[in-house]
C-alpha cells in the first residue's frame, strides 16, 4: 500500500501542475476587461497564452485520469458528489476553450465581443470554483458509511469553502496579470503592473485569512503532518508578498516566478492539511475517504507508477520547451502587421 | 415513465455528449495525418500549392479540434459524476488505460499540436514539420489506449474479482490492452476516421471544381481523397469483418441483435436480411429480404456455420451463465433490437455508399475522359462528407446500444452503474445544460467549417506576375488569435 502514498503525492504534483498552468491563463482571461483598451490590446493579451492555454488544460485531463486510476473511490465520491460544480466548471471551460480558436475566425467586432464575454466569464468561473472544490475536500463533506457524498451544493457553499474561492479567484488573476506583464510590451504592459500591483494586495489580505484558517482547521483536526502544512503555508505567504514585491520593482519574471512558487505552496499546504485523508467525512471520521482505503491495488499502482515515472519527465521536458520557444514577448507592433495582413 | 429517472437521463447524456464528441474526433485522427502528409510534400518538393492545401486543411482541421478538445474534458468527468457506482466497480482496471492515455499521448497531442499552430515562423521547418507528426502520433495513440478501455467494457480481460466481490481488479495490464476487441476495433475506427476526412477532402474538393476555382490546388487534393476513401474502405472492411468474428466469439448476443436473429440457425438459414419489416412490439418479422448464408459466412468464415439466436442465447444467459442478472433484465439479455438491427445496417449502407462515390468520382476523372465531370457529379460528391460522417457515428451507436443491457459485459448491469446519490433533477439540468450549449457550438462550429470551406485556400501566386522581390518569397507563415 506504499504506492498509494506515492501517488497521493502524484495527484497531488499534477493538480499543482494543473492550478500553476491554467491558473495564469485564467487570470490572463480575467484581465481582458481591465487590460484590454482595444481589439488589438485584446489580442495582444490572448496570444500569449494562444500556444500553451490547451496544454495547460489538459492538465487536469491528467490529473483527473490518474485520479481515477489511483484512487478510484476518491474519484467517483467527489464527482458524483461535487456534481453541479462540475457541471458549471465544464460549461465555463468549454465556452472558454472554443472562444479561443474562434474569436479570430471573423472580422467582426461583435463576434469578437461575444467571445471576449465568454472568455472573461469562463475563465473566472473555474477559478472560482476549483478553489471553493479544493477547500471542502479539505475541511470535509457529508459522507455516509458507503463512500456516497450526501450533501448538496448548498453544503459547499460554506465560508471556508466560499473564501477558498475567493483566494483562488484573486490568487490566478493576479498570476495572469503577472504574466501579460511579464509576455507583452506597450500599454498593455505597464497597466498590467499597475493593476497587479492592486490586485496584489488584495489577493495577500484574502489568502492570508484563509491560509490562517486553514492551518488553525488542521491544529484542531490533529493533522499527522501539522508541522509540514504550518511551513508550507508560511511559505506560500512569503512567496505572495515576494512576487508583490517585485512586481512593485518592476522585475516580471521574479514577479511571474514567486506567484507560481505561491501557487505551489498553497495547494501543497492543503495537500498536506488533508493527508492521509483523501475526503475526510463530517458524518463520522470512520466513514473517511483515506489513501488506503481509496486506492487502487497495488498491482495498478506499480504499472501507473512505472508509466508516470518515464513518462512525466518527459512531459515536463518538452512543455517547457514549448514556453522556451514561445518566449518572447506579444507585440503590439506584431499584432498590428497581422491584422494588416489579414486585411488584404 | 419517470422523466426525473437519472438512469434514464445519465444514460441519453452519455449519448448525447459521447456521439456529439465523436462528430470532432475521427476527423481529427484522420485531418492531423493528411495535413501531415501535405505538409511533407511541401517540404520535400518546395511546391507552394502543398503549402497552401496545409493552411486550408489545417484551419479546418483547427476548428474541430477545438470542439473534440472541450467536448473530451466532459467525456472525463462524466464516468465519476453520472457512473459512480461504475466507476469504483472499475477503476482499477479501467482507469489504467485512461491514465495512460492521458500521460502517453494527449499531452503530446495538445503540446504539439500548439507548437504547430505557432510555431509556423519560431521554429526550423524541419522541426515544425515533426510538431504535426507527432501531434498525430498523439492523437491515434490516444485512440488506442481510449478504444482499449471501451474494450474492457465490451470483453472484460486481464482481472480477477475482489475477495469480497465489489470490484474488478487489474491481474494482467498486458491482457487489457491486448484485448482482442481493442485490437480488432483499433483499425477500423483509424479506418473509417480516415474515411470520414476522405470524404471531407472530396466534398470540399468538389465544391470548389464545381465552381471552377482553386483547379491546380484542388485536383490534387480530390485524387487524395478519392484513393483514401477507396483504400480506407477496404481496410475498415477487412478490419469490421475481424471484428464481428470476435464480436461473435466475445457477445454473441450482439451479433444476434444486429441480425435480430430470433431463433439459432446454420448454413443457408443463417441468412443477412438487407431490409425487414418487424411486428409494432419489435419481438418477430413480417417480412425481409434476406440474403442466404451470409450471416453464417460474416459471423464464422463458414457457409454452414451456425449463429445463435436471441432466444436461445437468453436461455442460456438465465439459466446457466448469468442467473444472478437475470430477475433484473426480465430474462431479456438482449439490447433494443430495432436500433442494434438498423443500426448495423446504416452504418454498412452509408459507409458503401460513400466508397461508392469515390469509385465514381476516379472513374469520372479519369485521365480518358472524353467529357468534363458533369455538374450533378460534382453537387453528388459533396454528400460524401456527411455519409461518411453518419456512418461512423451509426457504427458507434451500434457498439455501445449493442453492449446492452450491460455496462460490463458479463460482469455489471448499465442500471447497477448509475450514481445513487445524484438526483434526478441535477443530471435532468446537466443533460440541458449540455443540449443547449452543445447545440449553440453546432450552429457555429458548422457556421465556421462551411464559410472556411468556401473560401478555400489561399490562392497561389500569378505565375506569370513578376517575381517578388528578394525576402518577400519567403514562405514561412504565421499565426496569431
Redesign the interface.
Known amino acids: 500500500m506504499d504506492l498509494a502514498y506515492l501517488w497521493f503525492f502524484i495527484v497531488g504534483f499534477l493538480f499543482v501542475g494543473y492550478f500553476v498552468l491554467d491558473g495564469f491563463d485564467f487570470g490572463v482571461g480575467m484581465s481582458l476587461p481591465f487590460l484590454g483598451k482595444d481589439d488589438i490590446g485584446r489580442?495582444q493579451i490572448?496570444?500569449t497564452i494562444?500556444?500553451?492555454w490547451?496544454?495547460n488544460?489538459?492538465w487536469?485531463?491528467?490529473a483527473?485520469?490518474?485520479l481515477?486510476?489511483?484512487?478510484?473511490?476518491w474519484?467517483?465520491?467527489?464527482?458524483?458528489?461535487f456534481?453541479?460544480a462540475?457541471?458549471v466548471i465544464?460549461?465555463a471551460?468549454?465556452?472558454r476553450?472554443?472562444s479561443?480558436?474562434?474569436?479570430?475566425?471573423?472580422d467582426s467586432l461583435r463576434w469578437k465581443r461575444g467571445f471576449d464575454t465568454m472568455i472573461v466569464v469562463g475563465s473566472a468561473v473555474p477559478a472560482l470554483l476549483w478553489g471553493v472544490a479544493v477547500a471542502n475536500i479539505v475541511q470535509g463533506v457529508p459522507i455516509d458509511v458507503?463512500?456516497?457524498?450526501?450533501g448538496s451544493l448548498l453544503t459547499l457553499l460554506n465560508p471556508y469553502g466560499l473564501l477558498g474561492g475567493l483566494t483562488t479567484l484573486l490568487l490566478f488573476f493576479t498570476h495572469g496579470v503577472y504574466f501579460v506583464a511579464l509576455k507583452t510590451d506597450g500599454q498593455v504592459r505597464e497597466d498590467a503592473r499597475r493593476l497587479a500591483a492592486r490586485a496584489g494586495l488584495a489577493t495577500i489580505v484574502v489568502a492570508a485569512v484563509f491560509l490562517v484558517w486553514t492551518v488553525f482547521n488542521a491544529l484542531s483536526a490533529g493533522a499527522p503532518l501539522v508541522g509540514l502544512v504550518i511551513a508550507l503555508a508560511a511559505v506560500a505567504a512569503v512567496c505572495l508578498i515576494a512576487s508583490w514585491l517585485a512586481n512593485a520593482r518592476g522585475i516580471e519574471g521574479w514577479a511571474f516566478g514567486f506567484g507560481a512558487a505561491t501557487i505551489v505552496a498553497a495547494v501543497l499546504t492543503l495537500w498536506f492539511a488533508l493527508f492521509p485523508n483523501v475526503m475526510p467525512s463530517t458524518t463520522d471520521p470512520a466513514y473517511s475517504l483515506t489513501i488506503e482505503n481509496a486506492s487502487?491495488?497495488d498491482?495498478?499502482l506499480t504499472?501507473?507508477s512505472w508509466?508516470?515515472l518515464i513518462?512525466?519527465p518527459l512531459?515536463l521536458a518538452?512543455?517547457a520547451w514549448?514556453y522556451w520557444?514561445?518566449r518572447k514577448r506579444v507585440s503590439r507592433s506584431?499584432?498590428e502587421r497581422?491584422a494588416a495582413a489579414a486585411a488584404h | 415513465m419517470d422523466l426525473l429517472d437519472p438512469l434514464l437521463l445519465a444514460r441519453w447524456q452519455f449519448g448525447l455528449t459521447t456521439l456529439y464528441h465523436f462528430l470532432f474526433v475521427p476527423l481529427t485522427l484522420g485531418m492531423a495525418l493528411t495535413v501531415a502528409i501535405f505538409q511533407t510534400a511541401w517540404f520535400r518538393t518546395g511546391n507552394l500549392k502543398w503549402l497552401h492545401l496545409t493552411r486550408f486543411f489545417g484551419k479546418l482541421f483547427?476548428?474541430n479540434?477545438?470542439?473534440g478538445?472541450?467536448?473530451?474534458?466532459?467525456q472525463?468527468?462524466q464516468?465519476?459524476?453520472?457512473w459512480?457506482?461504475y466507476?469504483?466497480f472499475?477503476?482499477?482496471?479501467?482507469?489504467?488505460p485512461?491514465?495512460?492515455?492521458?500521460?502517453?499521448a494527449?499531452?503530446?497531442e495538445?503540446?504539439?499540436?500548439?507548437?504547430w499552430?505557432?510555431?509556423w515562423d519560431?521554429?526550423p521547418k524541419g522541426v515544425h514539420l515533426a510538431t504535426i507528426w507527432i501531434a498525430t502520433a498523439g492523437a491515434w495513440f490516444s485512440a488506442y489506449f481510449i478504444l482499449a478501455a471501451n474494450a474492457f467494457m465490451q470483453n472484460p480481460v486481464g482481472y480477477r474479482m475482489a475477495q469480497d466481490g465489489g470490484?474488478a481488479?487489474?491481474?494482467d495490464?498486458l491482457a487489457v490492452l491486448t484485448n482482442p476487441v481493442a485490437l480488432a476495433a483499433l483499425p477500423h475506427t483509424l479506418f473509417a476516421a480516415f474515411m470520414l476526412t476522405s470524404g471531407v477532402i472530396i466534398s470540399v474538393a468538389s465544391w470548389h471544381l464545381l465552381r471552377g476555382q482553386n483547379l491546380e490546388m484542388m485536383r490534387p487534393a480530390l485524387k487524395y481523397g478519392l484513393w483514401g476513401m477507396i483504400v480506407t474502405f477496404a481496410g475498415v472492411a477487412i478490419s469490421g469483418d475481424q471484428l464481428s468474428l470476435v464480436m461473435v466469439s466475445t457477445q454473441p448476443m450482439k451479433m444476434a441483435a444486429a441480425e435480430a436473429l430470433f431463433d439459432s440457425a446454420c448454413g443457408a438459414d443463417a441468412s443477412f436480411s438487407l431490409f425487414s419489416i418487424g411486428t409494432p412490439d419489435g419481438t418477430g418479422e413480417i417480412w425481409a429480404l434476406r440474403v442466404p448464408y451470409l450471416l453464417a459466412l460474416l459471423s464464422t468464415h463458414s457457409l454452414d456455420g451456425c449463429v445463435e439466436g436471441i432466444n436461445d442465447l437468453n436461455m442460456q444467459y438465465t439459466t446457466e451463465l448469468f442467473p444472478q442478472f437475470a430477475d433484473q433484465v426480465d430474462g431479456n439479455f438482449a439490447p433494443i433490437l430495432w436500433v442494434t438491427y438498423w443500426a448495423f445496417r446504416w452504418m454498412i449502407g452509408l459507409g458503401a455508399v460513400a466508397a461508392l462515390t469515390a469509385v465514381v468520382g476516379l472513374w469520372l476523372t479519369r485521365k480518358s475522359a472524353k467529357r468534363p465531370v458533369p455538374a450533378w457529379a460534382w453537387k453528388l460528391a459533396i454528400w460524401a462528407w456527411p455519409a461518411s460522417l453518419f456512418a461512423i457515428l451509426i457504427g458507434w451507436v451500434f457498439t455501445e446500444m449493442g453492449r446492452q443491457p450491460w455496462i460490463v459485459f458479463s460482469l455489471m448491469l448499465t442500471q447497477d452503474g448509475v450514481?445513487?446519490?445524484?438526483p434526478g433533477w441535477?443530471v435532468l439540468?446537466?443533460l440541458v445544460?449540455?443540449t443547449l450549449?452543445y447545440a449553440i457550438?453546432a450552429v457555429?462550429e458548422i457556421g465556421?467549417i462551411i464559410?472556411?470551406s468556401k473560401r478555400g485556400p489561399d490562392p497561389l501566386p500569378d505565375p506569370d506576375a513578376p517575381p517578388p522581390a528578394e525576402g518577400a518569397l519567403e514562405d514561412t507563415p504565421?499565426?496569431?488569435?
Open positions: 489580442r490572448i496570444n494562444g500556444p500553451v490547451d496544454l488544460e489538459t487536469v485531463i491528467v483527473g485520469a490518474c481515477f486510476a489511483a484512487f478510484p473511490e474519484y467517483a465520491t467527489l464527482f458524483s458528489g456534481y453541479l462540475l457541471l465544464l460549461l471551460l468549454i465556452a476553450g472554443v479561443f480558436e474562434y474569436r479570430h475566425q471573423r458507503n463512500h456516497e457524498f450526501t487502487s491495488t498491482y495498478t504499472i501507473m508509466a508516470a513518462f512525466l512531459v518538452y512543455q514549448t520557444v514561445f506584431r499584432i497581422a | 483547427l476548428i479540434f477545438a470542439m478538445v472541450v467536448t473530451g474534458i466532459v472525463e468527468f464516468f465519476g459524476m453520472n459512480s457506482s466507476s469504483r472499475v477503476g482499477d482496471v479501467f482507469g489504467a485512461l491514465a495512460f492515455e492521458g500521460l502517453m494527449f499531452f503530446f495538445a503540446t504539439f499540436i500548439g507548437l499552430i505557432f510555431g519560431k521554429l470490484r481488479e487489474m491481474d495490464f450514481s445513487p446519490n445524484v441535477n439540468l446537466s445544460a449540455f450549449i457550438l457555429v465556421l464559410r472556411t504565421t499565426t496569431v488569435y
